[in-house]
């Protein structure tokens, strides 16, 4: 077992129900996990790595709920400048496509690196495209160098545009391979223990770039295997013109009938909802993303955040992929 003890800090930020700022303060951990918090004095007097904080403020680290470490590499690219989703979708899809195992390790070590130096300590990466020989092994590998706490997703896209959907079918993969690289994902890294270091969730990317069958079967197969869901939902009035043309439903009623609304599932962005959809989502304990940056950027709208907090639905926040603020 290894200990640690941050001690001296001028302020130590609790975050606690009380949202208690403590004076001369510090923690004290064992094998990552917080065993106590307090006045210095009252911490154990050593540990085996100490941190003497004093002149620093201490507080819980940063959860980046929703992230494309990819578009690292595609910032301000001139075709995706003043346009909304779709169009700026277009004009990436390919270029992310061509990303090499390399470009992946470079990406999640800058934007990994980028979140580290501002305070956050755990990111979920959302990715989707695995072609050019990409697989989710090349994020991961490059989290552990850094050893941020990582949510890898095993994403996918399976409809491209001849079935419907909105990317190339150059970009998208076929279900059962989807479906297979999943399994292997989930078996090979997943770790379901509190404070695990890496955990796997199933993401397929949106409504109009999957099937209905993936997502149902990608549902079944989390719930078998424990783990969680996640996808983008009500980004934009575009998907809902696109499930009401497609599906002949709003995109929560959408995901309702897959058995997308649960504990287990949260959504990135959930911006253009109704309140009988913000009950749903509370009733079901679905969870949020906000991603404020990002909406602002591609003109998507304002997540409904006071309404989703008064009824009581868990809301986290995103900075979604660099390209969709250009940070």
């Not at 390399?102 to 070590?109: F, H, I, K, M, S």
């Not at 949510?151 to 479906?179: F, H, N, W, Y």
């Not at 009950?279 to 006071?306: D, E, Y």
Request: with cysteine; charged share 20%; net charge negative.
């Amino acid at each position: 077992m290894t200990t640690l003890l941050a001690k001296n800090t001028d302020v130590l930020v609790t975050m606690d129900g009380q949202r208690r700022e403590l004076r001369n303060a510090g923690l004290f951990a064992r094998d990552g996990i917080i065993e106590q918090v307090g006045p210095t004095a009252s911490l154990p007097a050593t540990a085996d790595r100490v941190l003497d904080l004093a002149g620093h403020i201490l507080l819980p680290g940063l959860i980046n709920c929703h992230h494309h470490l990819d578009q690292v590499l595609t910032r301000n690219i001139p075709a995706a400048q003043n346009t909304n989703l779709f169009p700026w979708l277009m004009a990436h899809y390919r270029i992310w496509a061509r990303r090499t195992p390399e470009d992946t390790r470079t990406a999640v070590l800058v934007g990994c690196g980028e979140l580290a130096l501002s305070g956050c300590t755990t990111v979920f990466d959302h990715a989707y495209l695995f072609q050019n020989g990409c697989r989710v092994d090349d994020q991961i590998a490059a989290a552990a160098e850094l050893g941020i706490r990582f949510v890898a997703s095993r994403g996918s896209m399976s409809l491209g545009q001849s079935k419907g959907g909105l990317p190339p079918d150059d970009c998208v993969e076929t279900e059962d391979a989807i479906l297979r690289d999943c399994v292997r994902a989930i078996e090979r890294y997943h770790d379901p223990t509190p404070g695990a270091m890496l955990q796997i969730v199933l993401a397929p990317c949106s409504p109009f770039s999957v099937t209905a069958d993936l997502m149902r079967e990608q549902a079944k197969m989390a719930r078998h295997y424990g783990i969680r869901l996640h996808t983008h939902l009500c980004e934009t009035l575009d998907e809902e013109r696109y499930t009401l043309a497609h599906m002949g439903l709003r995109p929560v009623a959408y995901m309702e009938s897959l058995d997308w609304v649960g504990e287990d599932v949260w959504y990135a962005h959930a911006v253009h909802v109704n309140d009988a959809e913000i009950g749903l989502f509370a009733r079901k304990g679905a969870g949020v993303c906000h991603c404020p940056s990002s909406n602002m950027r591609l003109a998507s709208g304002i997540a409904p955040v006071k309404a989703y907090r008064d009824a009581g639905v868990r809301v986290g926040l995103g900075v979604d992929g660099a390209a969709s603020n250009d940070g």
